[in-house]
């Protein structure tokens, strides 16, 4: 039997996931499990090579990064998935998302991480690589990634005959 006690979704505020977020709730649902979700905030100064010009408004700039972040993640986390799943809102700054969710799912012992892909053709992938791609590579743990709109388990018409009986 498989036991999931701790479930990550790493968002990048995109449709996709959102839709990966819907899928770590039922997976936390499902298993009684913990859900985490994490984003990865940009280190604006390291993505400017440190430019000496920008240090001096770097920490404001950056503060009211890593706040907006913060805030639009906490939108996402209803006061159900806190009660329900205990679930966790969790920003990191780093320039290297991939190896950052894969350290935080080591460090935190989570068993399944969940993130959407944005499905993009052979050449834009070629020259823009992927998140998940490269999370996939480095997780220490299973990598379930969706695409928006891949499956649709549950149709609107189906809920109702749910709720009907």
Do not use: W
Not at 8 to 31: C, I, K, N, S, W
Not at 119 to 126: D, E, F, K, N, Q
């Amino acid at each position: 039997m498989i036991a999931l006690k701790n479930i990550l979704v790493a968002t990048d505020f995109g449709e996709a996931a959102d839709t990966a977020l819907a899928y770590g709730r039922d997976f936390a649902r499902t298993f009684g499990a913990t859900l985490h979700v994490l984003h990865v905030v940009d280190n604006v100064l390291m993505r400017l090579g440190g430019a000496e010009a920008f240090l001096g408004v770097y920490p404001d700039v950056q503060r009211d990064i890593d706040e907006a972040a913060r805030r639009q993640l906490e939108r996402r986390i209803s006061d159900e998935d806190r009660t329900v799943l205990g679930a966790q809102a969790v920003t990191i700054m780093s320039n290297a998302t991939a190896a950052t969710i894969a350290d935080y799912a080591a460090d935190e012992k989570i068993d399944l991480i969940i993130m959407g892909t944005h499905g993009r053709g052979a050449v834009a992938h070629l020259l823009l690589g992927s998140v998940a791609e490269k999370v996939v590579r480095m997780a220490p743990c299973p990598v379930l990634t969706v695409r928006l709109a891949e499956r649709e388990f549950l149709r609107p018409d189906a809920l109702q005959l749910v709720a009907r009986a």
